[in-house]
């Protein structure tokens, strides 16, 4: 089974994917839109659960489905019986990684997992995608993103410090896991060429959590120190927040001392230059309330527009919040080539956030439809 249509950077690698939902099938479409030729096997009867997850939106699929499983093969195999399990082995064969994000110890009950194939299939690289990691007490507990969200402290380090607990609005771990797996196979297929042995790569969510957190993990961990929460803001610099003008909010960035003084010329209060209470970083953190309260005052005398030009002008970063709508309007965004048209289909998706030589990957094709790719006896 191949696909010789195929081009793209990475065109001489074939991934198998027994991906569910989200973190696999994101790493298998990092794969696909790299160019490598990506098999996903579903199960015969509904497929991948991320199809359904949702209204229907390209045949019966949804959305979410065509997000994460563009530019794939479907072959269904059914996994409990021996020759689905035959034919994995033999696809196995032909493939350089498999990648999985099946429920903790399925593959070890179906002899697929990474110590038994790689044992078997010397050159593979076997990627396994786990929800609390593959060593420890909870090895085997299953998870979704907003629980892992939960359990590594990240939904307790966002918004603001009288808000509750606030799960992140975008999938961090799911998608940052597949993200890892597949840096990780790709430094596996490097060590390869010296070796000539594959291996395996272990992630999971709740790594990829506390790596995301590791900042105020090892703060806490080194100074004691428990994290604030600053909404839009930053516990090490002031002002690095969002602000109300007259008319919408927008954030400033003040990373350094410097901007400081720009940021006061561009605002006309020359006065805070020379306040003791403000004349270094660590002055205006020990004084930041006092500080964001006049910056409230003043910027909302203005227009947000006006705001950020005065900025601009004199090099304090600085930017609109924007809602999704606005955001993809900007001709920034529109320049960048990021929101492709898929072939052969009037829906558009979001590309991979890469390019080479200048080069962007561009999306090959929609997602297969359930089984489109098994092979018919």
Known sequence: MTNPSRGGILSNLRVIELGQVL???????????????VIKIERPEGGDDGRRMGVPF????????QVFN???QSLTLDLTTPEGLAALEDLVSTADVMLHNLRPGVAEKLGIDGKSLTARHPRLIYCELGAFGHIGPERLRPAYEPLIQAY???SSING????????MGASLCDQGTGMWAVIGALSLIERRHTTGKGGIVNVSLLETGLVWAAAKLDAYMNQGQEPQRHRSGHPDFVPYEAFDAADGPFIICV???????????ALDTPAWVTDPRYLTNRDRLANRQSLVDALNARLGSGTRDYWIGKLEAVGVPC??????AEAIATPQVQALGLIQTVPGEAFTLTGLPISFDGVRP?????????GANTLKS
């Open 319 to 324: 930017a609109p919040i924007h809602t999704i």
């Open 58 to 65: 390209h045949g019966d699929d949804s959305l979410i489905f």
């Open 160 to 167: 603001g410090q009288d808000d509750p607990p606030i799960r």
């Open 152 to 154: 590594s402290g990240l």
């Open 255 to 265: 990373g350094n001392d410097r901007l400081f003084v720009k940021l006061c010329a």
């Open 70 to 72: 563009r530019g794939k």
């Open 23 to 37: 973190a696999g099938p994101f790493a298998g479409a990092v794969f696909a839109d790299l160019g490598a030729d």
């Open 362 to 370: 561009a999306l090959t094709s929609a997602a297969p439809k359930l």
